[in-house]
């Protein structure tokens, strides 16, 4: 039942190593996103993604890209971690004529 | 650059008591104004929003006002119950792009 799902919850890691987060939605969205919580607990947006679009916070590392396999699928890919990727990072979808954004549970990213 | 301004960071509020937290925005784009509620260890999760056609929306005990002139806008607790501790993020999104920002977030304690 769940709406947004991401996988995996908790994800530990040494610097250096490259790591995928997935995320699948059963709402019949047509536009996913990634957030990235740090630990003051600011939410900031990190890509937005539909099936024509995607669109880039510029402050965004290109060590992070999203891959989408398909339109309820949207997994996060990061090449060679760094100890400042440690945050908490949340899917959400959203029709893309809706304003309401649905999100997941989290998966938090500890890099040692 | 933080688009959306929220205060207070932090805010203790007795049970029955109103809570009252604050939002001020700069882009005079954004045209929806959610707020979220998140509890520990989960996502954000839709609590109300607005749209700057109408200067105030009450669902239950949660009110948001809106001053478009001042462009700002608040979310009012009445009746403040100990499961309303939570951190609440006011956001915004504008009229070209369906990514929302969020406000830093506000960290509400109802004593009992």
């Known amino acids: ?112 | 650059q933080q688009q959306v301004k929220q205060s207070p960071q932090s805010l203790i509020v007795q049970k029955g008591g109103i809570s009252i937290i604050n939002c001020a925005y700069e882009n005079t784009a954004f045209d929806y104004f959610p707020w979220y509620q998140q509890f520990p260890g989960k996502g954000p999760a839709l609590l109300i929003a607005i749209r700057p056609d109408v200067s105030e929306k009450k669902e239950g005990r949660f009110t948001i006002s809106f001053n478009k002139s001042a462009k700002q806008f608040s979310l009012h607790i009445m009746d403040s119950q100990p499961g309303d501790s939570a951190t609440y993020f006011c956001a915004a999104r504008d009229n070209a792009g369906n990514m929302l920002t969020f406000g830093g977030g506000t960290r509400l304690m109802v004593k009992p």
């Not at chain 1, 799902?5 to 995320?23: A, E, F, H, R, W």
């Not at chain 1, 059963?26 to 600011?42: A, E, I, P, V």
Request: proline share 4%; aromatic share 10%.
């Open chain 1, 1 to 112: 039942d769940t709406a947004v799902s991401q996988t995996p919850k908790y994800l530990v890691t040494q610097m250096g190593n490259d790591k995928s987060i997935k995320c699948e939605q059963n709402l019949g969205h047509d536009t996913m996103y990634w957030y990235k919580q740090d630990s003051k607990k600011f939410l900031k947006i990190m890509f937005s993604y539909n099936n024509k679009e995607l669109i880039i916070n510029e402050t965004v590392p290109n060590r992070f890209s999203p891959k989408s396999p398909d339109k309820a699928h949207l997994n996060l890919h990061i090449n060679s971690l760094e100890l400042g990727d440690s945050a908490v990072y949340f899917c959400a979808s959203s029709h893309r004529t809706n304003t309401e954004a649905f999100f997941g549970q989290g998966t938090r990213l500890t890099v040692v």
